[in-house]
């Protein structure tokens, strides 16, 4: 617990037998038969120590970065523990409401951690003048989870300093179409982008993400990691990701998702959003929100609760995206409870 809110909280502790799951950021029905097939190959090779060499170039192509700017992780979750145990800010600041791992790995490596809290009022909009100028270190992630907003490349260019590392998580970018205020590859010194293949893909027990920064950096990284961190099959998900046609899958599921994203807020009826919502999931502000989670759940959905997110109540549930005869029965839930 830091300050009330317990960090180590996610979407996966909602999830229970028999519950439609709504509140973990996965889409559905993956990983795809291919992607499979491809881990699946991978797997005669488990006698040899991992090689990276082949998913770090596959991942550099994609992003147009030479190999030198690409570190391959387990999962973004590894890239913040290496950015706690690398770095050694004097003042680290988290903007929230966002992702909690951050600031769990900050904090557990003995960082201290200021906040700077969005509001929603402002719709969540970052105001780069919020964040304090002294600040060394700064994380926020783009879109945001669990607001749905995304912020403006150019906000984000206007946190970078040459005396600050700017780490902005990415992991939902690639569900946005065309990835337009991304800056994955961007050349903006200090900067550090962490990917995912988790949401996109359905690799969350695979373990499998990668930064993108500057060599100097990367290497700074690199020093604090364990040998042979990402495995074999995890490496084949990385190569297999990062091909055009994957590229290409991956542009459609994210207007897919645009798509079901504007039928699950349509479907459920007049209830408080703040923001513009871009990412696969929606944060929603109920009165009684926690009592309604429960009940939700004795009707068989799983969705995520919002009080363990810095800035947000037991009001506030965030609800995945998902394909639209799964949000019918949803809301049909939705509506005869809150109606």
Known sequence: M??????????????????????????????????????????????AYPRQDAAVAAVAARHCVSPDRVLLTGGA???????????RPRHAVVVHPQFTEPEAALRSAGHVV??????????????PRAVPA???????????????????????????RPDRILVVDEAFMDAVPGEPESLAGASIPGLVVI????????????RVGYVLAGAGLIEQL???????PVSTPALAAAIACSNERAVAEAAQAALDIDRQRVHLLDSLGPVPTYGVPRGPFVLVQKEGGAVLRESLRERGFAVRRGDTFPGLGPDWLRIAVR?????????KVWRDLTT
Do not use: C
């Open 114 to 127: 200021d906040r700077v809290i969005l509001r929603p009022e402002d719709g969540f909009v970052l105001d």
């Open 222 to 228: 690199a020093a604090v990691q364990p040998h042979w």
């Open 2 to 47: 830091a300050d009330g809110f317990d960090l180590d909280h996610h979407g996966d502790l909602e999830v229970g037998d028999g519950l439609v799951d709504l509140a973990v950021n996965v889409r559905a029905g993956t990983p795809p038969g291919w992607l499979i097939e491809e881990i699946t190959a991978s797997l005669t090779d488990l006698a």
């Open 195 to 206: 990917r995912s293949l988790t949401k996109t893909w359905g690799l969350a027990g695979l």
């Open 323 to 331: 394909p639209e005869d799964v949000t019918d029965a949803f809301a």
């Open 134 to 160: 002294d600040a060394d270190l700064v994380v926020i992630g783009n879109p945001t989870n669990p607001t749905s907003v995304l912020h403006r490349a150019d906000d984000l260019r206007e946190l970078a």
């Open 77 to 87: 979750a590894e890239a913040f523990v290496l950015i706690a145990r690398a770095f």
